[in-house]
């Protein structure tokens, strides 16, 4: 039985998240619905690479499954994109692979962006994919700020109180943010995150941006190891899950 891995796009606009839910659409359940379709109605189990949230965009998901059917990687994306073509989902790359790897266990860094539109008129085309702050942001600030993140650490303050995630401890690899024409762009990679653990943070750096709060503030918030020292959590359309290193 061969193994597949693909790349995604999508947009997470409408969709509740990756996760399969009750009686709301999510992306992996639109994207199991064409593999049936494509394979004559067998089921499938899908495992990712990151689970996005009900809004949360990505770039470069990657996902793996097992098919009790032989195509090649080219018929595999082009089949599921004839299905997909209606939802803003998109296989960018398919591949077999052996059946030890795991999109999900086998991932080293995964790479997220955030976006920023930060200007007074509201997004029009971007609307959607960026979270409007009318007010400035001082984006020079924001990244001294971001480094106190950086190392291994216990992340509860930036976690949701509904992660599920055993440990709050990770390692922050990288967090940088930097002004781009109109945007702020916040790019963090690690091996993994907690839940809504990059929003959160892009929440307490827009605090900072704002002159609200200072780079000792957001290391206080970390020192703490509880929510309610941090931040507001950033909201979902501005993240995007850029691509996953194996």
């Not at 299905?83 to 795991?102: G, K, M, P, Q």
């Not at 020079?140 to 993140?149: F, G, I, K, S, V």
Request: with cysteine; proline share 4%.
């Amino acid at each position: 039985m061969p193994r597949y891995r693909l790349t995604l796009e999508y947009d997470g606009s409408g969709f509740a998240g990756w996760q399969r839910q009750k009686d709301v659409r999510s992306v992996q359940q639109t994207f199991e619905e064409a593999v049936q379709a494509i394979s004559g109605g067998l089921t499938v189990e899908t495992i990712v690479a990151g689970r996005t949230d009900a809004g949360v965009h990505a770039r470069g998901q990657v996902v793996h499954f097992d098919l009790d059917r032989d195509f090649t990687p080219d018929r595999i994306r082009d089949g599921l994109n004839f299905y997909l073509r209606e939802n803003r989902i998109a296989v960018l790359e398919a591949a077999i692979v052996d059946t030890e790897f795991s999109a999900r266990l086998s991932a080293t860094r995964r790479h997220y962006l955030y976006r920023i539109l930060n200007r007074r008129p509201p997004p029009a085309i971007e609307a959607g994919s960026v979270w409007h702050v009318p007010v400035p942001l001082d984006a020079a600030t924001m990244h001294a700020a971001a480094q106190r993140l950086l190392g291994h650490h216990d992340f509860n303050s930036f976690r949701s109180t509904e992660c599920q995630a055993k440990s709050s401890l990770r390692t922050l690899d990288a967090l940088r943010v930097a002004r781009v024409a109109d945007e702020i762009h916040v790019t963090t990679h690690s091996r993994s995150f907690l839940h809504n653990q990059v929003r959160i943070m892009t929440g307490t750096l827009k605090l900072v941006g704002e002159g609200r709060w200072t780079a000792d503030d957001v290391s206080a918030a970390l020192e703490k190891a509880d929510r309610r020292a941090a931040g507001p959590t950033a909201p979902p359309e501005g993240l995007c899950l850029m691509q996953v290193d194996y």
